[in-house]
Nanobody
Framework: QVQLVESGGGLVQAGGSLRLSCAAS????????LGWFRQTSGKEREFVAV????????RYGDSVKGRFTISRDNAKNTVYLQMNSLKPEDTAVYSC????????????????WGQGTQVTVSS
C-alpha cells in the first residue's frame, strides 16, 4: 500500500518561506515523477510543480515560477517543495502525488495522493 505523507505546512507572513516535504512508504518512488498540487475551498486543484524520476526535469506552474523549487532525494524516498517569497494567494492545501507519465501537469495523470498540508500566508 503506497502512502504519501506531506509535512512542513503552517502559517507564515507574506514574503516568508516554507519547505514542504512528502515522504513515501510502502513503495519506492525512484521510478516515478512526483508532483505538487494545491487547492483552496471551492476551486479546482492547481498544478504547482513536478520533478521526474532522475531529478533532472522539472516544470512549474506560472504562478510559482521563480519562487518555488522542487527537489527530491530518492535515497530518502522524499520530495520537497521550497517556497520562497510567499504571497497570500499561495494559501492552500498542498498535496503531493506520483505519476508514471513524465512531468505531467494535469491531476488526472497522477494515481496516488497524499492527504495534504495546509499553508497559510498572512498579509
Amino acid at each position: 500500500q503506497v502512502q504519501l505523507v506531506e509535512s512542513g505546512g503552517g502559517l507564515v507572513q507574506a514574503g516568508g518561506s516554507l519547505r514542504l516535504s512528502c515522504a513515501a512508504s510502502g513503495h519506492t518512488l525512484d521510478a516515478y515523477s512526483l508532483g505538487w498540487f494545491r487547492q483552496t475551498s471551492g476551486k479546482e486543484r492547481e498544478f504547482v510543480a513536478v520533478i521526474d524520476w532522475s531529478g533532472h526535469r522539472t516544470r512549474y506552474g506560472d504562478s510559482v515560477k521563480g519562487r518555488f523549487t522542487i527537489s527530491r532525494d530518492n535515497a530518502k524516498n522524499t520530495v520537497y517543495l521550497q517556497m520562497n517569497s510567499l504571497k497570500p494567494e499561495d494559501t492552500a492545501v498542498y498535496s503531493c502525488a506520483r505519476t508514471f507519465r513524465g512531468v505531467a501537469v494535469v491531476a488526472g495523470a497522477y494515481d496516488y495522493w497524499g492527504q495534504g498540508t495546509q499553508v497559510t500566508v498572512s498579509s
